[in-house]
RNA sequence: UGGGGCGUAGCCAAGUGGUAAGGCACCGGGUUUUGGUCCCGGCAUCCGUGGGUUCGAGUCCUACCGCCCCAGCCA
């Protein structure tokens, strides 16, 4: 990540148009999030600093919701002169967080293209830190420990329309309170016998200044702290803690943490230390998939996907084995914008950055998904001819490469129809097109066969004046079809991913397991690609000419027996014109 | 019926009293050896609703309506 110091205040970053020619600025607008640190830059609020962080816990793998925090707070750091951003594991529940998630998310960010230089932290750092603050509350009276039980604590508590009532415990002198609460660290109490709580006012409107808890004591051990600790610190208690700890500028966090912010300020102001500024903004939802921890946690456990990674789940890890670049996903976060209004983002916007990027970067290639033989019965057989097919219209610099043409080829079954509808400009019998950087050919006879009536091969006439796709007289050939030659061609494994639920909004009507898509993974075990393709680097993309993008699967792909997954198909305007003919 | 937020096009989202940016989607047309890309054009007389202030309101005031979050010893 780069700090210069000459950058402006905001951003503006340049970026490439279409065509590479030069460098404009992007229309970046920012954010009120963006204007808010402007303002304080400008008052001096924080003497210039402009220090964020990111703050999982380490209880699941990111997904691209987390991509957006991920992006603002280190976008910030970034765009700011001096700004940081820390990257802190919020691990105050041993419970249900586990080191193989630490070390996922880790490898998100970076791969996302962040850096958190020296800066990781650890809540669990800050645990005695919390212990020494917690016991200054308690000192102060503003602190007891409790021995109702869960159930009557949630009695107490009241309504949202009721006040709560104390606890007999409340007013327990404060050398008791010092007393119980250092035997609660000693061990000497069972889980759930008592706890530490904070006394505010259990008559407040805000349910979060009733009392609420600081610490409970969890006999699990850490996945850092091993078994050093019995008793852990609630999120409301240790987050601004870890925020104040750390002198961050600007807490940024979601929505529901609206109303937790006045008990954060309330800890911080008893404590008389430094208090960090925190600003809520609006979640990302994205139709056609789910975002919370428990779904796709249930998803992962119940078997309905292949893991965390799978390349069907909104995950950063599933995403990177689909096949989106963190390009494609950066550009995203910056186009899907800021607020404070609940929003659920099209699919398509994000669709639309991944093929924005790998237009400009795939090197195109040919494959057939589904074969159909074509024999081309004026070629000389055993007559093989390199032509020369360009790596990416979009980029020269990309070069070109050859491809053999036999007399036996493969070209798409969907591009060829025996009765074809209007507007549909493929082959048919008499009909003329174009294979790709090769020759015109033109459907002679189909051959059937004489049991099922299927279509077998089809048996075709080339032009040879036609060679490279095109004729010297002016004849309007408007298809042009991808193919691989026979004897040449290799055999590749192809998966279809589509979207994992068939509705916008999963479990809106329903529950949401009953909204996954039935047909989200369709795999294709005889597809033959160009030879070139033989020793695909895992991970690499390409664009398979008029078909999509897709990328060598980095688990399953083997040299000679490649993988591919389907990142995202091509825009189909023919599809939607077939399906308005209908 | 308590508290905290939010309502600008199908979906995001600018806009901070001077006459509704931009993107996605969608619909036309052009270019094209990818039905891709690219290019051109269209797409809110109106900003949840009603009233008010003002020469002038999406922006200010007011009343109402709708949606989201909060009653874990989760985060």
């Not at 279409?18 to 402007?38: C, Q, V, Y």
């Not at 009532?165 to 404060?174: G, H, L």
């Not at 294709?524 to 695909?536: I, M, R, S």
Request: aromatic share 10%; net charge negative; hydrophobic share 35%.
């Amino acid at each position: 990540m780069s700090h210069d110091s000459t950058e402006p205040t905001r951003t503006t970053e340049a970026s490439a148009d279409k065509k590479g020619n030069e460098t404009l600025p992007a229309a970046s607008s920012g954010n009120f999030i963006r204007d808010i640190i402007d303002e304080d830059l400008r008052t001096g609020k924080y003497a210039g600093r402009v220090a964020t962080r990111f703050p999982p816990e380490p209880n699941g793998y990111l997904h691209i919701g987390h991509a957006k925090a991920v992006c603002l707070n280190f976008g910030i750091a970034r765009d700011y002169p001096g700004g940081t951003c820390n990257l802190r594991f919020d691990d105050t529940n041993p419970t249900k967080e586990e080191v193989e998630y630490v070390d996922s998310i880790m490898e998100d960010i970076r791969w996302l293209g962040f850096d958190w230089e020296d800066r990781l932290y650890y809540a669990s750092d800050y645990f005695e830190q919390m212990y020494r603050y917690a016991i200054d509350l308690i000192q102060k009276g503003k602190a007891y420990v409790c021995e109702l039980s869960p159930d009557q604590i949630r009695e107490h508590r009241g309504t949202l329309t009721q006040p709560g009532k104390p606890s007999p415990y409340r007013d327990r002198p404060i050398e008791e309170n010092l007393d119980l609460f250092r035997r609660m660290r000693a061990g000497e109490f069972e889980e759930g016998s008592m706890v530490l709580r904070a006394k505010i006012d259990m008559a407040a409107a805000n349910l979060n200044l009733r009392d609420p808890i600081m610490y409970r004591i969890v006999k699990a051990s850490h996945h850092r702290t091993g078994d050093a600790w019995c008793i852990y610190p609630m999120y409301d208690w240790a987050h601004g803690l870890e925020d104040s700890i750390e002198r961050i500028t600007h807490s940024l966090c979601t929505l529901e943490f609206e109303d937790h912010r006045p008990l954060y300020d309330w800890f911080l102001v008893e404590l008389g230390v430094y208090r960090p500024q925190q600003i809520e903004f609006a979640r990302l939802a994205l139709t056609y998939t789910v975002m919370s921890k428990r779904k796709l946690l249930q998803l992962v456990q119940q078997g309905l996907v292949n893991g965390w990674d799978d390349p069907r789940m909104p995950t950063l890890a599933g995403l990177r084995r689909r096949g989106y670049t963190p390009e494609a996903i950066r550009d995203f976060c910056d186009r899907i914008g800021l607020a404070k209004a609940n929003s659920v983002v099209d699919v398509e916007l994000l669709e639309h950055c991944l093929r924005d990027d790998l237009n400009r970067r795939a090197p195109r290639a040919m494959a057939v998904l589904n074969p159909l033989r074509v024999i081309i019965t004026n070629y000389p057989e055993g007559q093989v001819e390199w032509l020369t097919a360009e790596n990416n219209p979009e980029d020269a610099g990309m070069g070109s490469r050859q491809i053999p043409f036999s007399r036996v080829l493969y070209i798409e079954q969907e591009d060829f129809r025996e009765d074809p509808p209007k507007k549909f400009f493929r082959l048919f019998p008499g009909g003329e097109i174009r294979l790709k950087h090769a020759y015109y050919i033109t459907c002679q006879n189909v051959v059937k066969d004489p049991d099922s009536g299927r279509i077998v091969e089809l048996h075709c006439t080339y032009d040879p004046q036609s060679r490279g796709g095109w004729t010297s007289d002016g004849r309007k050939v408007k298809g042009t079809s991808h193919w691989v030659s026979a004897a040449h061609a290799l055999k590749a494994k192809v998966r279809l991913y589509d979207r994992l639920f068939v509705v916008p909004n999963p479990g809106e009507e329903r529950d949401f397991l009953q909204d996954i898509n039935p047909r989200s993974l369709e795999v294709l075990n005889d597809c033959l690609v160009e030879p070139g393709l033989a020793h695909v680097e895992p991970s690499s993309y390409y664009q398979f000419l008029r078909q999509g993008y897709f990328c060598a699967d980095p688990v399953d792909s083997r040299p000679g027996a490649p993988v591919f997954n389907r990142t995202v198909s091509l825009k189909d305007t023919w599809a939607k014109i077939e399906r308005a003919q209908r």
